[in-house]
């Protein structure tokens, strides 16, 4: 059974950096395009950022220049750089997998989920 696991998660304060881990068993990443997402009580679950099988990335315009996509296809792991986080950056975040060999951050487009980690940032 294909089975996505967010770990990383936390409590931190404005300005300082976190990183997330999306880990996978029964099949490999690099066969993905993979995508981190975030929801927020009450609002949409949209689409941070995204790595395609050949290293593409993409990112929103919220977290462009602080967050930082990429992979690690020895240990089976894409990760999520957090940097400068902010309180708005406050979610629950996912990893998805996407069978598109583009970027591509329409949730819709993504068959597979885990369940999620969740990132406060308060002082």
């Known amino acids: 059974q294909v089975q996505l696991v967010e770990s990383g998660g936390g409590l931190v304060q404005p300005g300082v950096s976190m990183r997330l881990s999306c880990a996978a068993s029964?099949?490999?990443?690099?066969?993905?395009?993979i995508g981190w997402f975030r929801q927020a009580p009450g609002k949409e679950r949209e689409g941070v950022s995204c790595i395609t099988q050949t290293g593409s990335t993409s990112y929103a315009d919220s977290v462009k220049g602080r967050f930082t996509i990429s992979r690690d296809n020895a240990k089976n792991t894409v990760y999520l750089q957090m940097n400068s986080l902010k309180p708005e950056d406050t979610s629950l975040y996912y990893c998805?997998?996407?069978?598109?060999?583009?970027?591509?951050?329409?949730?819709?487009?993504?068959?597979?989920w885990g369940e999620g980690t969740q990132v406060t940032v308060s002082s």
């Open positions: 998805a997998a996407s069978a598109s060999i583009f970027t591509t951050m329409n949730r819709k487009n993504y068959g597979y």
């Open positions: 029964a099949f490999r990443l690099d066969y993905y395009t």
